[in-house]
């Protein structure tokens, strides 16, 4: 199968492929079903993209990349959700918020994908803690 994407070209992916957000995710309630692949120009990044609407394409990365100590616990109800057996079924990834100044870039430590990658399923969590932020700073604004 193929999808014609807006930003990313022409996508080939199998039954195999798609992760389902049985909930759907915050502000896309309507959309389940996702592809995930690297981002080719840079693979710390990677696109989680809708199969239902070719529109809709949210920008992720690993959340160890900013912050390498994240932790949090996943909830029960939510493990079993996504009939996570071990750690090691488990990624995580945040969204994106891009900016054309490569400096105000963030992420959103707060709310993490959680994805089975077995299972091919997936959920966003809201953490409820004050931990994380919404908006965390992709890129550290000091000079090298």
Not at 42 to 68: A, C, M, R, T
């Amino acid at each position: 199968m193929e999808i014609v994407t807006k930003h990313h070209g022409v996508r080939a992916y199998s039954d195999k492929d798609v992760i389902e957000f049985k909930k759907g995710l915050p502000g896309f309630k309507n959309l389940k079903k996702f592809i995930l692949f690297p981002l080719e120009s840079n693979e710390v990044f990677s696109i989680l993209h809708s199969i239902e609407d070719v529109e809709i394409g949210l920008v992720l990365v690993s959340p160890y990349e900013v912050k390498p100590d994240y932790e949090f616990k996943i909830p029960d109800a939510n493990v079993m959700e996504l009939e996570i057996s071990s750690p090691a079924e488990v990624l995580v990834l945040t969204t994106v918020t891009l900016s054309s100044d490569i400096q105000n870039m963030t992420t959103n430590l707060k709310a993490p994908i959680i994805f089975n990658i077995n299972e091919k399923s997936g959920e966003q969590l809201i953490l409820d803690n004050d931990k994380y932020k919404i908006k965390e700073p992709l890129f550290n604004r000091r000079t090298n």
